[in-house]
């Protein structure tokens, strides 16, 4: 809902039976309320500010493709969207609602770039951007569901030619102005993908991330050079120090041996004597 004056450049969503869309930019003027009306009009003209099932608020020139899949929400029992026409890297989405919404629209976006919702880029190497609306937003937050869990897959090739380490990669949410990575899992793999399973808190813009080996390797070597090199230098002085004790003890040692033999020469002469 606009409360301000002006003129607004909107995307306007409509969604069909069997899943196709169409998005229009259209205008919506905001006038000043009039001073001689009681009423709580905006006196706009255009479509009105109720939500859309299904709405999406990334705009329409930073979506390359976009999935859609419908199932019914009932409070207090488990749903599951599937895509089937794997357009997208998403294969499902499932959670238990808290709440009953009835027929549901959610709507899986692959972008061109990170979403317009975000402030910055998320950590590691980037497979893919994406969007995750569940009906209107208030149906995809926190505090409506719980249990919710993310399937994607990740091609291997984009794991081959970017050196990613498999067990690095991961979903990241975008929420509270930074990038959470979510728990997750590898489920399976086939010849030309890898399959995973993510936990999440909500549904909002996402990124598929995964580090490269090289980056690894360069982590731990940082992490791991200065206490080799001082355990080194300790166990090289310890063995210098026991080297010059052996050189030490040595000449006393024969000393004894020496005294010993005289002490049995002189014993075994005065015993030939008596």
Known sequence: MYTVPGTFRVN???????????????????????????????????????????????PAKNVEIKELSRAFITGGKPVRFDFTKNATSILSIAFDSKKTSGKTTTIVEVLKDRSTLTSDTPEDEVYGYLNIWVGNSARGIESNLENAVIHFRVEKSWIEENDIDQASIVLNRYNDSKWNPLSTGLSGEDDRYLYFTAETPGFSPFAITGKTKASLTEIQSESGTEVPEQNNENKGANVEYTSDQKESTGIPGFEIIYGITGLLAVHLYRKKQK
Not at 22 to 35: C, G, P
């Open 12 to 58: 306007l969503t409509a969604f069909s039976e069997d899943g196709s869309t169409a998005t229009k930019t259209a205008s919506i003027t905001v006038l000043e309320r009039s001073s001689s009306s009681g009423g709580s009009s905006n006196g706009g003209s255009g479509s009105n500010g109720g939500s859309c099932a299904g709405g999406s608020p990334e």
